[in-house]
């Protein structure tokens, strides 16, 4: 079985054309950067607004409570509801690429806020303190210190939408995921199994880039936060634990 | 509400098969992440390379993991093990770093305490340690609780029945009352072992509510 997985992947008909490996490659890396894009563009100032304001946090609870409706009932009615109403491609790409892009938002929602918030008041206050505008205080010190949770729920995002995109395969969406729907329905199992593994190798790899990005963002005085205590002191593990508090920002698909 | 009338039995049927495949893993992952949550919190130096590894498990995509699941295991493609075994690594992934950070949330003077009436390894864990780090590790198992029951629906795709046959089926047939349904049933399960597990939470720490009650 492995031996035959290997030859899918050696077969040169695979690397090329409309249905090779670098074309849904392509795709795959398109559609989640386009939708994390938008998502951004849309959680990430509401975010900042929500943890700067204290306002609206409802709408926060409102996101998190998305992550109970199954990912692949959202695709399909969206497709059974937009689909008839699109020409052509359009019919398949468009709702799918709605959906992704709507999953993005509560993990970077979430991950946004909690950083604001989880702001040590004391800096806070000494930021005012020393006569810095709201504005400031927002970008020179609520926003470096939300990094390391913000790149959190940018990673889960990330993750989420990679996810997604290939189970929207299902619906007609195209990506790595169309190796293993279509190695199901044709009862090809080893093309199944070649596209799980690539859309895995992706993920990991991924996850991989946003944490070396994570550290080169994330200024190197937070970093004690992550790895441990600094003096051996017995640091609070609340503190360092977002799964401690109500906002978890992991999500899955 | 047509289509629910006249199939609510195969809904409930269905409902229960996902109950199965949601549930048997969280109650196995949780189980196996108590003892590396524990080694976490034991050995400092391993807690890293614990979290690590069980968050790049968690990020293969559920799709992918049941499909490859077969590869690792020698099992049938069609075969629900697949399906049961991908959960349990998930269920392991989001609760190994939950039980940890939920043991080093117990304060240190509390241990010396229990060690000095003479609690000690295994006994001191079960008995002191985990049941005060119960609201964190709670807090996880929903999570894990209310995602494994969304996860779950994608296993239709590799043939693994329950409630998300009926989404698929709903959006072949193109039959909205059984999409729907299976949207609304699969949300209300998840809130279920939700409550479940809330409940279950305040049954363990009856001391969380003895001062609130007066």
Redesign the interface.
């Given at each position: 079985?492995?031996g035959s997985?290997l030859a899918w992947f050696t077969d040169p008909a695979h690397w090329s054309g409309e249905d090779g490996v670098p074309h849904r490659l392509f795709q795959h890396l398109w559609y989640t950067g386009a939708t994390l894009l938008v998502a951004a563009l849309v959680a990430i100032p509401l975010g900042l607004w929500i943890g700067h304001t204290g306002r609206a946090r409802w709408l926060v609870s409102a996101a998190n409570a998305v992550?109970?409706?199954?990912?692949?009932?959202?695709l399909?009615?969206a497709?059974?509801w937009l689909g008839p109403h699109l020409q052509g491609d359009l019919a398949y790409v468009v709702p799918s690429i709605g959906v992704l892009a709507i999953l993005a938002v509560p993990p970077l929602l979430a991950g946004t806020y909690a950083g604001i918030e989880a702001v040590d008041p004391a800096a806070r206050d000494a930021a005012k303190g020393v006569g810095m505008s709201g504005r400031q205080v927002l970008w020179q010190v609520e926003v470096p210190n939300a990094l390391p949770l913000v790149m959190s729920g940018v990673r889960s995002a990330t993750?989420q939408v990679?996810?997604t995109a290939?189970?929207a395969a299902?619906?007609g969406l195209g990506g790595l995921?169309r190796f293993?729907?279509d190695g199901?329905a044709y009862g090809e199992?080893r093309t199944?199994?070649a596209?799980?593994?690539l859309?895995?190798a992706l993920?990991?790899a991924l996850?991989g880039l946003l944490a070396l990005v994570q550290r080169r963002v994330v200024s190197p005085g937070l970093r004690g936060a992550v790895?441990?205590s600094r003096n051996d002191d017995?640091a609070d593990?609340?503190e360092m634990?977002p799964?401690?508090e109500?906002v978890?920002v992991?999500?899955?698909? | 509400m047509d289509w629910l009338a006249s199939n609510w039995r195969t809904v409930i049927d269905l409902a229960l098969s996902h109950l199965y495949l949601a549930g048997v893993p969280l109650v196995v992952g949780f189980v196996l992440a108590i003892p590396l949550g524990w080694v976490a919190k034991r050995w400092p130096r391993s807690y890293p390379s614990v979290v690590t590894t069980t968050g790049l498990l968690y990020t293969i995509p559920s799709l992918a993991l049941f499909v490859v699941m077969p590869l690792i295991l020698g099992t049938q493609i069609l075969d629900p093990l697949n399906v049961v075994v991908a959960m349990s690594v998930y269920t392991v992934a989001l609760l190994a770093r939950t039980v940890a950070d939920g043991l080093r949330s117990v304060p240190d003077h509390i241990e010396q305490a229990a060690t000095a009436m003479g609690y000690k390894g295994i006994r001191r864990l079960f008995g002191v340690e985990l049941p005060l780090a119960a609201p964190v590790i709670a807090a996880g198992l929903r999570v894990a609780a209310v995602s494994n029951v969304s996860i779950v629906s994608v296993a239709s795709l590799v043939g693994a029945s329950q409630l998300g046959d009926l989404l698929i089926d709903g959006y072949n047939r193109v039959i909205w009352g059984e999409l729907l349904t299976g949207i609304l049933a699969t949300v209300a399960l998840a809130l279920v072992l939700d409550a479940v597990i809330v409940f279950g939470t305040r049954l363990v720490t009856p001391w969380l509510r003895a001062g609130a009650g007066a």
């Open positions: 079985m492995i997985i992550r109970a409706v199954p990912t692949l009932g959202l399909l009615a497709s059974l993750l990679v996810a290939t189970i299902y619906p995921g293993i729907i199901q199992y199944a199994a596209g799980a593994l859309v895995a993920a990991v996850e790895g441990g017995d593990p609340a634990d799964a401690a109500p978890d992991r999500a899955h698909a | -």
